[in-house]
């Protein structure tokens, strides 16, 4: 399975959680987030030009210094919930990448 499957099986899996009925277990708010985060890298990932890797931990940084700005665990509470996503994506859509440019180092 491609990378870009893996990614739209994730917001496909996604958006069926999201729909369910309102259950304790479903963080709605966090699904809602994963499926515009996923569906953000895989459309950067359609243009050659983009730096996918360098784009999510930019938008990694930004969500980082919100963070140390925000006055309340609430406010706070929504922005790690997206680093948290950020980062699994990050993890996904990167580790092949680093360990290339690792061995091409070598």
Same mark, same amino acid.
């Given at each position: 399975?491609?990378?870009?499957?893996?990614?739209?099986?994730?917001?496909?899996?996604?958006?069926?959680?999201?729909? *369910?009925? #309102?259950?304790?277990?479903?963080?709605?708010?966090?699904?809602?987030?994963?499926? +515009?985060?996923?569906?953000? $890298? %895989?459309?950067?990932?359609?243009?050659?030009?983009?730096?996918?890797?360098?784009?999510?931990?930019?938008?990694?940084?930004?969500?980082?210094?919100?963070?140390?700005?925000? *006055?309340? #665990?609430?406010?706070?509470?929504?922005?790690?919930?997206?680093?948290?996503?950020? +980062?699994?994506?990050?993890? $996904? %859509?990167?580790?092949?990448?680093?360990?290339?440019?690792?061995?091409?180092?070598?």
């Amino acid at each position: 399975m491609t990378l870009e499957q893996t990614l739209q099986n994730e917001i496909e899996e996604s958006k069926e959680l999201h729909e *369910r009925p #309102i259950d304790s277990t479903i963080y709605r708010r966090d699904l809602a987030k994963r499926i +515009e985060l996923v569906s953000w $890298v %895989v459309d950067s990932m359609k243009d050659p030009s983009n730096h996918v890797c360098n784009l999510i931990e930019s938008r990694m940084n930004e969500i980082t210094l919100k963070i140390n700005q925000t *006055r309340t #665990i609430l406010e706070a509470d929504k922005l790690y919930s997206e680093l948290n996503i950020l +980062e699994w994506i990050y993890y $996904v %859509v990167c580790k092949g990448w680093k360990s290339r440019v690792i061995i091409l180092m070598k």
